[in-house]
């Protein structure tokens, strides 16, 4: 068994994620009205990040950064777990080049390790769908390096 780890782009709903196993959502930072902070990811918070955008407030969205692939992917390479990172596509975001740079370092300290980085080429509920059907593939038996190349 592997992890798939993902990002905050998916919007997938908050009880279902909970629901997974081997399964991490890495969050997108949020500026709004000049503050940065990770949103949270509850249906109220959600809903209160519409509220705002319906009210007018600006809200900007930046990419995962390479610490926090690093500090996300390590934690689960110490422990032993290989992971299949599937990110927000590379043509909207800076995601996915942050979770390749990173990858190469590790793989430096961790030879022996799994871990495969997928530029989804999508966003939002598109790439929901997708991570969805990892995890459904996962769970049936996929290994992690052909899921990669799927």
């Known amino acids: 068994m592997y992890y798939i780890v993902t990002d905050s782009s998916t919007d997938m709903p908050q009880s279902w994620v909970e629901a997974q196993h081997d399964f991490h959502i890495v969050s997108l930072s949020c500026t709004i009205n000049g503050v940065s902070s990770v949103p949270g990811t509850s249906e109220v918070a959600k809903k209160e990040t519409c509220r705002q955008l319906r009210s007018g407030v600006v809200i900007k969205t930046s990419a995962v950064n390479t610490a926090t692939w690093e ?3 390590q934690k689960l390479l110490d422990e032993g777990q290989d992971v299949l990172c599937i990110a927000f596509s590379s043509g909207l975001s ?3 080049d942050a979770a390749a740079l990173v990858h190469d370092q590790l793989m430096a300290e961790h030879p022996d390790a799994e871990l495969y980085i997928v530029d989804t080429c999508l966003a939002s509920v598109a790439e929901a769908l997708l ?18 190349r799927w």
């Open 71 to 73: 500090e996300c992917f």
């Open 94 to 96: 800076g995601s996915f």
């Open 131 to 148: 991570v969805y059907e990892a995890l459904r593939q996962r769970d049936n038996g996929m290994p992690a390096q052909e899921l990669a």
